[in-house]
């Protein structure tokens, strides 16, 4: 009888073959391609598999680690796109916009003027506020699902490194201040 796994990510085959690839990239992680991830600025988020240890059992860790000022500046973004959208209910938020979707130059002006000034006055006013956290998602559809936010200034090999090594130690200490960002000012 063969052996019945979660999921592919729990695969004795998958992990070697995720271990043969962390070997030949000379870290104890792969860097995933990800579109998403390779829009934002580099250094603020990373997508990455590593070999896991689940109850005893090795399997394959699919890691989103990004900055406490991506995920900040991220909240504050979603959160003056929705007050928006209750005073323009017609708006429409370019992350939505399907590809028919007809411009009208000067009412999304005047509203990316107004989520700015949004933008501007959550961030004033520190309405929006962050803490470090790791959530772990156990019933993910390949191994196990981690979404981290670390208060670092960039995602480097350093902070990988540190991260997984804590993970596998069950030794990950998060600090939980609550933290607000400003917009760095563009000149």
Do not use: W
Not at 101 to 126: A, F, G, Q, R, S
Not at 161 to 180: A, C, E, G, P, R
């Amino acid at each position: 009888m063969a052996a019945t796994y979660k999921n592919k990510g729990y695969e004795p085959e998958e992990i070697q073959l995720l271990k043969e690839e962390i070997q030949n990239e000379g870290k104890p992680y792969v860097q995933v391609e990800d579109e998403e991830v390779d829009m934002l600025e580099s250094g603020e988020c990373v997508h990455i598999q590593f070999v896991g240890n689940e109850n005893g059992q090795e399997v394959i860790c699919d890691a989103i680690i990004y900055t406490l000022r991506l995920h900040h500046s991220s909240l504050v973004y979603e959160m003056a796109v929705e007050k928006a959208k209750k005073s323009f209910p017609q708006y429409v938020a370019p992350e939505d916009r399907k590809p028919n979707y007809k411009i009208n130059p000067e009412l999304d002006e005047e509203i990316e003027l107004y989520v700015t000034e949004l933008i501007e006055e959550l961030e004033e006013t520190e309405a929006v506020q962050v803490q470090e956290y790791l959530e772990i998602d156990r019933d993910f559809e390949y191994g196990i699902g981690l979404d981290v936010s670390l208060n670092v200034d960039e995602i480097t090999d350093e902070v990988i490194l540190k991260f997984i090594d804590d993970y596998n130690n069950q030794t990950v200490q998060l600090d939980n201040t609550l933290y607000s960002f400003k917009s760095e000012e563009e000149d």
